[in-house]
Protein backbone atom coordinates (compact mmCIF):
# COMPACT_ATOMS: atom_id res chain seq x y z
CA UNK A 1 0.00 0.00 0.00
CA UNK A 2 1.06 3.77 -0.43
CA UNK A 3 2.99 5.41 1.94
CA UNK A 4 2.01 8.85 3.33
CA UNK A 5 4.31 11.71 4.94
CA UNK A 6 2.98 14.43 6.35
CA UNK A 7 4.91 17.54 7.89
CA UNK A 8 5.05 18.88 10.42
CA UNK A 9 3.83 16.08 12.90
CA UNK A 10 3.09 18.43 15.26
CA UNK A 11 3.04 22.01 16.11
CA UNK A 12 2.11 24.89 18.65
CA UNK A 13 0.94 28.15 17.27
CA UNK A 14 -0.62 31.00 17.95
CA UNK A 15 -3.80 32.17 17.94
CA UNK A 16 -4.69 34.27 14.73
CA UNK A 17 -2.16 32.80 12.27
CA UNK A 18 -2.01 30.78 9.36
CA UNK A 19 -0.04 26.84 9.15
CA UNK A 20 0.62 24.41 5.86
CA UNK A 21 0.55 20.96 6.16
CA UNK A 22 2.43 18.64 3.55
CA UNK A 23 0.96 15.23 2.58
CA UNK A 24 3.19 13.22 0.32
CA UNK A 25 2.62 10.13 -1.29
CA UNK A 26 4.90 7.85 -2.21
CA UNK A 27 2.72 6.43 -5.96
CA UNK A 28 0.77 8.66 -7.94
CA UNK A 29 -2.83 8.69 -6.75
CA UNK A 30 -5.66 9.97 -8.64
CA UNK A 31 -7.87 11.58 -5.13
CA UNK A 32 -6.57 12.94 -1.47
CA UNK A 33 -8.67 13.49 1.24
CA UNK A 34 -7.96 15.72 4.28
CA UNK A 35 -9.52 14.48 7.74
CA UNK A 36 -10.06 16.68 11.29
CA UNK A 37 -9.87 14.32 14.42
CA UNK A 38 -10.72 16.72 17.10
CA UNK A 39 -10.39 15.54 20.52
CA UNK A 40 -12.46 13.08 21.65
CA UNK A 41 -14.02 13.14 18.32
CA UNK A 42 -14.24 11.08 15.63
CA UNK A 43 -12.26 12.07 12.13
CA UNK A 44 -14.65 14.39 10.08
CA UNK A 45 -13.71 14.42 6.20
CA UNK A 46 -12.82 18.24 5.11
CA UNK A 47 -12.50 17.78 1.79
CA UNK A 48 -11.23 16.00 -1.15
CA UNK A 49 -8.50 16.75 -3.53
CA UNK A 50 -8.29 16.20 -7.07
CA UNK A 51 -5.09 16.52 -9.02
CA UNK A 52 -6.03 19.86 -11.68
CA UNK A 53 -9.06 20.99 -10.14
CA UNK A 54 -10.92 22.40 -7.15
CA UNK A 55 -11.26 20.89 -4.10
CA UNK A 56 -14.61 19.49 -2.97
CA UNK A 57 -15.35 21.15 0.59
CA UNK A 58 -17.48 18.88 2.98
CA UNK A 59 -20.43 21.22 4.71
CA UNK A 60 -19.16 23.33 7.52
CA UNK A 61 -15.61 23.42 5.78
CA UNK A 62 -15.01 26.51 3.68
CA UNK A 63 -11.58 27.33 1.48
CA UNK A 64 -11.32 30.20 2.98
CA UNK A 65 -10.29 28.69 6.58
CA UNK A 66 -8.84 25.56 4.57
CA UNK A 67 -7.64 26.07 1.07
CA UNK A 68 -6.06 23.62 -0.32
CA UNK A 69 -3.41 22.87 -3.40
CA UNK A 70 -2.76 19.89 -5.22
CA UNK A 71 0.15 20.47 -7.58
CA UNK A 72 0.77 17.20 -8.83
CA UNK A 73 -0.25 13.46 -8.39
CA UNK A 74 1.87 13.00 -5.23
CA UNK A 75 1.54 15.67 -2.87
CA UNK A 76 -1.13 18.02 -1.40
CA UNK A 77 -1.18 20.62 1.37
CA UNK A 78 -3.68 21.93 3.56
CA UNK A 79 -3.88 25.87 4.89
CA UNK A 80 -5.21 26.13 8.81
CA UNK A 81 -5.65 29.81 8.25
CA UNK A 82 -6.17 32.68 11.12
CA UNK A 83 -6.12 29.32 13.76
CA UNK A 84 -8.64 29.49 16.86
CA UNK A 85 -8.25 27.17 19.99
CA UNK A 86 -10.82 25.41 18.15
CA UNK A 87 -8.83 24.00 15.79
CA UNK A 88 -6.73 22.36 18.01
CA UNK A 89 -6.83 18.77 16.35
CA UNK A 90 -5.02 16.16 14.30
CA UNK A 91 -5.12 16.57 10.57
CA UNK A 92 -4.71 13.51 8.45
CA UNK A 93 -4.03 12.52 4.90
CA UNK A 94 -5.06 9.89 3.41
CA UNK A 95 -5.73 8.62 -0.15
CA UNK A 96 -7.57 5.50 -1.93
CA UNK A 97 -6.15 2.51 -2.23
CA UNK A 98 -7.89 -0.84 -2.97
CA UNK A 99 -8.03 -3.01 -5.95
CA UNK A 100 -11.12 -4.42 -4.61
CA UNK A 101 -12.61 -1.44 -4.83
CA UNK A 102 -14.25 -1.37 -1.49
CA UNK A 103 -12.78 2.01 -0.70
CA UNK A 104 -10.28 1.05 1.60
CA UNK A 105 -8.29 4.71 2.60
CA UNK A 106 -4.39 4.26 3.65
CA UNK A 107 -3.51 7.24 6.21
CA UNK A 108 -0.90 9.22 7.14
CA UNK A 109 0.46 9.64 10.52
CA UNK A 110 -1.27 12.76 11.43
CA UNK A 111 -0.28 16.67 12.06
CA UNK A 112 -1.24 17.55 15.87
CA UNK A 113 -1.73 20.97 16.11
CA UNK A 114 -2.12 23.13 19.11
CA UNK A 115 -3.51 26.74 19.18
CA UNK A 116 -2.93 28.73 22.09
CA UNK B 1 -27.04 10.01 6.94
CA UNK B 2 -24.80 7.82 7.75
CA UNK B 3 -23.85 7.39 11.20
CA UNK B 4 -21.02 4.85 13.05
CA UNK B 5 -21.75 4.53 16.51
CA UNK B 6 -19.10 1.95 19.06
CA UNK B 7 -18.75 1.95 22.62
CA UNK B 8 -16.82 4.27 24.73
CA UNK B 9 -13.06 3.67 26.22
CA UNK B 10 -11.23 3.29 27.62
CA UNK B 11 -11.29 -0.51 27.47
CA UNK B 12 -9.18 -2.17 29.77
CA UNK B 13 -8.15 -5.88 29.91
CA UNK B 14 -5.54 -8.01 30.78
CA UNK B 15 -3.12 -9.82 28.67
CA UNK B 16 -5.12 -12.94 27.17
CA UNK B 17 -7.84 -11.35 27.61
CA UNK B 18 -10.92 -12.00 25.50
CA UNK B 19 -11.70 -8.48 23.26
CA UNK B 20 -15.32 -7.35 22.17
CA UNK B 21 -15.40 -3.64 21.00
CA UNK B 22 -19.11 -3.51 19.72
CA UNK B 23 -20.04 -1.08 16.78
CA UNK B 24 -23.61 -0.65 15.22
CA UNK B 25 -24.01 1.79 11.93
CA UNK B 26 -26.84 3.67 10.15
CA UNK B 27 -26.97 3.78 6.27
CA UNK B 28 -28.82 3.44 3.56
CA UNK B 29 -28.17 0.77 0.95
CA UNK B 30 -25.24 -1.40 1.79
CA UNK B 31 -22.21 0.00 2.62
CA UNK B 32 -19.04 -1.82 3.29
CA UNK B 33 -17.83 -1.80 6.95
CA UNK B 34 -14.48 -1.53 8.28
CA UNK B 35 -12.21 -1.83 11.30
CA UNK B 36 -9.15 0.89 11.75
CA UNK B 37 -6.25 0.60 13.82
CA UNK B 38 -4.71 3.63 15.20
CA UNK B 39 -1.45 2.96 17.16
CA UNK B 40 0.58 5.36 19.37
CA UNK B 41 2.06 7.94 17.42
CA UNK B 42 1.15 6.31 13.77
CA UNK B 43 -1.34 6.89 11.22
CA UNK B 44 -4.52 4.88 10.89
CA UNK B 45 -4.18 1.45 9.76
CA UNK B 46 -6.81 -0.73 7.71
CA UNK B 47 -7.48 -3.46 10.47
CA UNK B 48 -9.82 -5.60 8.24
CA UNK B 49 -13.38 -5.24 6.38
CA UNK B 50 -16.02 -6.76 4.95
CA UNK B 51 -18.37 -5.39 2.09
CA UNK B 52 -21.82 -7.22 2.15
CA UNK B 53 -23.74 -9.16 4.75
CA UNK B 54 -22.60 -12.10 6.40
CA UNK B 55 -19.00 -11.43 5.31
CA UNK B 56 -16.37 -12.07 8.16
CA UNK B 57 -13.27 -9.76 8.48
CA UNK B 58 -9.76 -10.97 9.88
CA UNK B 59 -6.72 -10.28 10.32
CA UNK B 60 -4.21 -10.72 13.19
CA UNK B 61 -6.10 -12.62 15.38
CA UNK B 62 -8.76 -10.08 15.09
CA UNK B 63 -12.34 -10.87 13.53
CA UNK B 64 -15.76 -8.89 12.89
CA UNK B 65 -18.61 -9.93 11.16
CA UNK B 66 -21.53 -8.12 9.09
CA UNK B 67 -24.61 -8.30 10.47
CA UNK B 68 -27.59 -6.83 8.63
CA UNK B 69 -30.31 -7.93 10.39
CA UNK B 70 -28.67 -5.97 13.58
CA UNK B 71 -26.75 -3.46 11.81
CA UNK B 72 -23.59 -4.40 13.48
CA UNK B 73 -20.25 -5.07 13.05
CA UNK B 74 -18.77 -5.62 16.29
CA UNK B 75 -14.59 -6.49 16.41
CA UNK B 76 -13.49 -9.43 18.47
CA UNK B 77 -10.20 -11.18 19.45
CA UNK B 78 -9.88 -14.43 21.29
CA UNK B 79 -6.66 -13.45 23.16
CA UNK B 80 -5.25 -9.75 23.35
CA UNK B 81 -1.50 -8.99 23.82
CA UNK B 82 -0.14 -5.88 25.41
CA UNK B 83 0.96 -4.58 21.80
CA UNK B 84 -2.56 -4.48 20.43
CA UNK B 85 -2.99 -1.67 23.02
CA UNK B 86 -4.36 0.89 20.51
CA UNK B 87 -7.66 3.44 19.21
CA UNK B 88 -9.96 1.19 17.45
CA UNK B 89 -12.38 2.93 14.56
CA UNK B 90 -15.04 1.26 13.58
CA UNK B 91 -16.18 2.61 9.95
CA UNK B 92 -18.54 2.99 6.55
CA UNK B 93 -18.50 3.45 3.03
CA UNK B 94 -21.20 4.02 1.27
CA UNK B 95 -20.02 3.05 -1.89
CA UNK B 96 -17.73 5.17 -2.86
CA UNK B 97 -14.52 6.96 -1.19
CA UNK B 98 -15.96 8.66 1.65
CA UNK B 99 -15.42 7.09 5.02
CA UNK B 100 -17.91 7.94 7.78
CA UNK B 101 -16.13 6.84 11.34
CA UNK B 102 -17.23 5.93 14.86
CA UNK B 103 -15.55 8.13 17.83
CA UNK B 104 -12.89 5.43 18.22
CA UNK B 105 -12.37 2.93 21.59
CA UNK B 106 -9.16 3.13 23.31
CA UNK B 107 -7.93 -0.28 24.53
CA UNK B 108 -5.24 -0.99 27.26
CA UNK B 109 -4.04 -4.21 27.55
CA UNK B 110 -1.57 -4.63 30.96
CA UNK B 111 1.00 -7.84 31.39
Known amino acids: SAVISQKPSRDICQRGTSLTIQCQVD?????MFWYRQQPGQSLTLIAT?????????ESGFVIDKFPISRPNLTFSTLTVSNMSPEDSSIYLC?????????????FGAGSRLTVL | GNSVTQMEGPVTLSEEAFLTINCTYT??????LFWYVQYPGEGLQLLLK?????DKGSNKGFEATYRKETTSFHLEKGSVQVSDSAVYFC??????????FGKGTMLLVSP
Open chain 2, 27 to 32: ATGYPS
Open chain 2, 91 to 100: ALSPGYSTLT
Open chain 1, 27 to 31: SQVTM
Open chain 1, 94 to 106: SVEQDPSGANVLT
Open chain 1, 49 to 57: ANQGSEATY
Open chain 2, 50 to 54: ATKAD
